[in-house]
């Protein structure tokens, strides 16, 4: 979504807001702009539609100043133009604002404003926020309880920054959309996350619901609703900025698919005891046993949450996965009910609003999640991190299977019982990874099959929510028509979409039950003459019946179906990159949604 980086206290501000929205153009936008003040009676401000090449040539080296907001828009209220762009102003130039969020009260704002004589230059909501705040300062306010009444006035999600022009301060609030603080020596920054100041520092504190903060040269203040002042808690950022790099590979997607055996070993470690087959999540002490669990989230994580749903039942709890979405407006009954949030991020707001709408009802809330200091892992009462690592490219890969992994290890912790079986499974997960990316015919698969019709995608029990993940993926980047589904559902419907241009890629691992009935459904396709990638194991006949064979190594059920997403996630990034498509930012779509 929409990305912000503010600095203050630098003599290259210019430069630090520049660079910090390179490192947050991962998250999705179409618009991009800058504001600095340089005590004029005016803030400078540039902004462009489009990439950040054309608000760079805009600027050629003309802006100064030591405080400064900048932004990338991800549009909601308007198309993608250089007056929605942010930052906005008020009509005289005197304050400078950027937001990530939705305004909802925004139309009466902006009818009160209008009424009194303001004139807008753009469509969107944020704009309402600058007239608002030089309204208050018309009234001779101060920089600062001008933009306190201004926020007060809000109703919504948001996370904002604001500038004035003669002030040498920022200003910063947040609701329902994360803004982090990062402390360097003489010099601070706001951010929508953490990447867009990395480089310069590794100490941050983060913004709780309904605070605001004010940052000088000399320091910051963080004050809640009631005005009344917090003290922030440091943290300290593990991960290098060299990690958000490409280290050579041509697109983000393709080095953090590499990234995957690493990103998996740092997820298992210290978690596992193969000698006495138990595993051992020491930030979940003091959680009991739920009685059931629901399971919200969104996109990726949803398929994930499936998964680990299929897992829990088998452990004897009763589990259900629900989209964070529905959740959120039609929350069930909470019973005993253990509510896990499944968000990459930590900042989904659909998975958020699911969430506190649990907490509301009185359950108990998990978040699992990659990011320590997120949103979700601070409001819940538990956190099980994923410990992927940083994640730029906007299609979800090596945080799935870190997810997959870590909702096993507890499942298997709730279970309880003797796991070194699967323990063992998991212990050669990551070398067994990197035998399917060293090994992958998948690009040749992405070749034979350019151009078909569409693309479909089947798996019964843990291969189901693969190839859910496997169509998503195949569609986010390719923008080819792809869809998943239940095997057993191709008779009752989807069967009447194939023909002998759309591959089937038929997840089949092990040789019980499930494998057998899915080699019936693909023994259904053959019969209609449409082709057949099988991704398996050689466990089951399904081979036999393929045009095409995907092979991963022999394992155990639940990290068959990691090995398997693997291979899909590599033909799904082989066809996009055959077609040419901006892999690591397609279209429409944003690496952390947090709007509802």
Known sequence: ?????????????????????????????????????????????????GKLDNLEAALDGGLHGSVGIAHTRWSTHGPPTDENAHPHTDPEGRVAVVHNGIIENYQRLRDELEAAGHEFASDTDTEVV????????????????????????????????????GDDRLYGARNDSPLVLGIDDGAYYLASDVPAFR???????????????????????????????????????????????????????????????????????????????????????????????????????YHAAVYAATLLRSAGVPAQPFYAHEYAST??????????????????ADTLSALRAARRRGATTLACTNTVGSTAARECDHSLFIHAGPEIGVAATKTFASQLVALSLFSLWLDGGDAREEIGAL???????????????????????????????????????????GALKFKEITYEHAEGFAAGELKHGPLALVTENTPVFAVVTGDGELARKTVGNVKEVEARDAPVV?????????????DHVLEIPETGPRTAAVLANVQLQLVAYHAADLLGRPIDKPRNLAKSVTVE
């Open 1 to 49: 979504m929409c990305g912000i980086i503010a600095s203050v206290g630098r003599s290259d501000t210019l430069e630090v807001l520049m660079g910090g929205l390179s490192m947050l153009d991962y998250r999705g936008y179409d618009s991009a702009g800058v504001a600095l003040t340089n005590g004029a009676d005016r803030v400078q401000v540039v902004k462009r539609a």
């Open 130 to 165: 600058p007239h608002l705040i030089a309204d208050a300062l018309d009234r001779g306010e101060p920089p600062e309880q001008a933009v306190r009444r201004a926020v007060d006035a809000l109703e919504g999600s948001y996370a904002i920054c604001v500038a004035v022009a």
């Open 199 to 301: 480089k310069h520092t590794d100490q941050v504190a983060f913004l709780e619901e309904g605070e605001f903060v004010t940052v000088s040269p000399d320091g910051y203040t963080v004050t809640d609703g009631a005005g009344e002042r917090v003290e922030k808690t440091h943290h300290t950022v593990e991960w290098d900025p060299e990690e958000a790099g490409k280290a050579g590979y041509d697109h983000f997607m393709l080095k953090e698919i590499h990234e995957q055996p690493r990103s998996l070993r740092q997820c298992l470690q210290g978690r596992v005891d193969e000698l006495s087959g138990s595993v051992e999540l020491a930030e979940l002490e003091g959680l009991d046993r739920p009685e059931r669990i629901h399971l919200v989230a969104a996109g990726t994580s």
């Open 331 to 348: 929350t069930p009954p909470m019973d005993d009910a253990l509510v896990v949030g499944v968000t990459q991020s930590g900042e989904t």
């Open 427 to 469: 212990r050669d997960l990551p070398g067994q990874v990197q035998t399917v990316l060293d090994d992958s015919t998948a690009r040749e698969i992405a070749e034979t099959y350019h151009g078909s019709d569409a693309y479909f995608f089947i798996g019964r029990g843990l291969n189901y929510p693969v190839a859910l993940e």
């Open 534 to 546: 099988a991704v398996t194991d050689g466990a089951s006949d399904a081979a036999r019946y393929a």
